[in-house]
């Protein structure tokens, strides 16, 4: 069966520091994979996706990136943090061979100070 | 550019009650994907719909697509407090493209 795992699960960094979130899946070959931000526990806001290993595309101007350098790895990372970084930070697969339904992973919590 | 709306977006009801949430959109959707999100924690899929007019069963939970496949409903019967949570819904438009997430429920169910 497929799992998705990433880590940290809680993260408080200061302003200005740098980030990196990582994700990985297993039990499955060439996911989309996906970087969501869920703010104040409500819809889910698309910063990145990728389809294939070094394929990223950002739905969102920011301040973040994100870079897969393995088929099942996803990073999502950032050189200098901003306050407005904060929130709960959700990677997710769905399968590369058209399939809508969408997998999460536990969550990330960033709380930038 | 697709929009899912949801509502209501916020529902408290005490236990044994029941409660529709609905999922609206002035576009088509080739499937449609019910989760719940506890907090702290990611979204669990709960059921995806394809066909419209379709209805689905998960214990007390009834979810339909609607005829024209714009909209959706997810009817909980007899409500439980291990309902709370946020609920999503989230279409897609053709196989491998993005989903598009509605604004989520927060349902509460008080003992």
């Known amino acids: 069966s497929q799992t998705i795992h990433q880590w940290p699960a809680t993260l408080v960094q200061p302003v200005g520091s740098p980030l990196s979130l990582e994700c990985t899946v297993e039990?499955?070959?060439?996911?989309?994979l996906y970087w969501y931000r869920q703010a104040a526990g409500r819809g889910l806001q698309l910063l990145f996706y990728?389809?294939?290993?070094?394929?990223i595309s950002s739905e969102v101007p920011q301040n973040l990136s994100a870079s897969r350098p393995q088929d099942r790895q996803f990073i999502l990372s950032s050189k200098k943090l901003l306050l407005s970084d904060s929130g709960f930070y959700l990677c997710?697969?769905?399968?590369?061979?058209?399939?809508?339904?969408?997998?999460f992973g536990e969550g990330s919590w960033l709380t930038v100070v | 550019t697709q929009l899912l709306e949801q509502s209501p977006q916020f529902l408290s009801i005490q236990e044994g009650e029941n409660l529709t949430v609905y999922c609206n959109s002035s576009?088509?959707?080739?499937?449609l994907q019910w989760y719940r999100q506890e907090p702290g924690e990611g979204p669990v899929l709960l059921v995806t719909?394809?066909?419209?007019?379709e209805v689905k069963k998960l214990k007390r939970l009834t979810f339909q697509f609607g005829d024209a496949r714009k909209d959706s409903s997810l009817h909980i019967t007899a409500a439980q407090p291990g309902d709370t949570g946020l609920y999503l819904c989230?279409?897609?438009?053709?196989?491998?493209?993005?989903?598009?997430f509605g604004g989520g429920t927060r349902l509460m169910v008080k003992p």
């Open positions: 997710a697969w769905s399968t590369g061979a058209g399939g809508n339904t969408i997998y």
């Open positions: 039990g499955t070959s060439n996911p989309n």
């Open positions: 990728s389809v294939g290993i070094g394929q």
């Open positions: 576009s088509v959707f080739s499937s």
């Open positions: 719909v394809v066909t419209g007019g």
């Open positions: 989230a279409g897609g438009a053709n196989a491998g493209n993005m989903l598009t």
